[in-house]
């Protein structure tokens, strides 16, 4: 086909569009007449005006790089895609012109601003239609992943990395498994939002007071073993042959075993599955935003809200019957830097 006469803008019905501008392509028959704000974007398809040529009005045609939604890519959408964000291409075709339904607003966001509201349709990334080879985007975070601009990205102030707030969430959750429940401050209970202290630790000693095992100790004398010990002259007349002994001194009492042994820990999550992390984490709910320093955590495990129908519940060792349900506890905990460590506010 040859090309007439080239020109800088064309009409279509009451819209105008030039070279370089967005445009909706109509491929499933929408009436011109239709208002584009009483349709779902995704119903068009998306391309940018290279060239625009014509042999008389009837006939115009555009030059157009097509701009592929993520759905309609070989790999379809990814994670961090957002629900507005196109893709171009160096996909070109010629299109005629009565298929244009209006031009589209499309933005060019280079990800140099994290906190840049994004108002409409927007591109960051390539697609090379040739290879199905998409270009290289920033990475953020722990992860190294992309950033979904629809999702929020928490930026720590003490070492300027940002945070996907699902990592942030799921280090919190790692922390109380970790911890087996909530840090050693005050818990809100679920009934009656009445905060219940963790019980006081016994008081401490004053200086120079003494009990009885450490008199006990004390009064203990150690023995070289390489030395015979002096026996007095009194008691080694007095003593009859075959007589036992008498103990030359006083053992120290035996420390009790509650006292040499800690309290068991809650089972380590090097020792979990996968599986069974994922299920313990869904049973912790953490609610967060980027207006507070601190997220509310309510731990459901143990709860009737989180107990799997039908699936019996163990008890304590010994016993025959299930576990008692218990009261979910609530309470705030400190985001901190997923890098640096430091508490994000």
């Known amino acids: 086909m040859s090309w007439e006469v080239g020109i800088d803008s064309a009409s279509v019905g009451t819209e105008t569009f030039s070279v370089n501008d967005f445009v909706f392509i109509n491929h499933t028959n929408i009436p011109h007449s239709t208002e584009l704000a009483n349709i779902d974007d995704k119903d068009f398809w998306v391309a940018r005006v290279l060239e625009i040529r014509a042999k008389d009005e009837a006939h ?6 097509w701009m592929y939604w993520p759905d309609e890519l070989p790999n379809k959408r990814q994670s961090y895609h957002g629900a507005r964000e196109l893709l171009a291409s160096n996909h070109m075709e010629i299109v005629d012109a009565m298929t244009v339904s209006g031009r589209a607003h499309v933005t060019h ?3 140099l601003d994290e906190e840049e509201d994004i108002p409409g349709l927007f591109w960051r ?3 090379d239609w040739p290879t199905s080879q998409l270009s290289e985007l920033r990475t953020h975070c722990r992860c190294h992943k992309h950033y979904n601009p629809d999702s929020l990205l928490v930026n720590c102030s003490a070492c300027g990395v940002w945070l996907h707030a699902e990592c ?10 970790e911890r087996g429940g909530p840090p050693e401050e005050e818990v809100v209970n679920k009934e009656d939002s009445i905060a219940v202290a963790k019980p006081a630790p016994p008081p401490t000693k004053r200086k120079g007071a003494k009990t009885l095992f450490s008199s006990a100790v004390e009064s203990f ?7 015979a010990p002096e026996t007095p002259k009194a008691e080694k007349n007095a003593v009859a042959p075959g007589t036992p ?6 053992a120290a009492p035996e420390t009790p075993k509650a006292e ?5 820990p809650p089972m380590s999550i090097k020792k979990r599955s996968a599986k069974e992390m994922k299920s313990e984490k869904e049973k912790i709910k953490v609610t967060y935003n980027d207006t507070t320093s601190k997220a509310h955590v309510r731990d459901l495990r143990g709860t009737a809200e989180a107990a799997t129908p039908g699936k019996r519940r163990k008890g304590p060792a010994g016993s025959a019957a299930p576990a008692p349900l218990g009261e979910a506890k609530e309470w705030d905990e400190e985001v901190k830097c997923l890098c640096c460590g430091a508490v994000v506010v």
């Open 168 to 177: 942030v969430i799921d280090d919190i959750k790692t922390r109380v498994l």
């Open 260 to 264: 040499r042994t800690a309290t068991a």
């Open 221 to 227: 004398v150690p023995v070289n073993p390489l030395e």
């Open 245 to 250: 002994k008498a103990e030359k001194t006083t």
């Open 60 to 65: 115009v045609y555009l030059r157009v790089y």
């Open 125 to 127: 990334q390539k697609f």
């Open 109 to 111: 966001w280079l990800e």
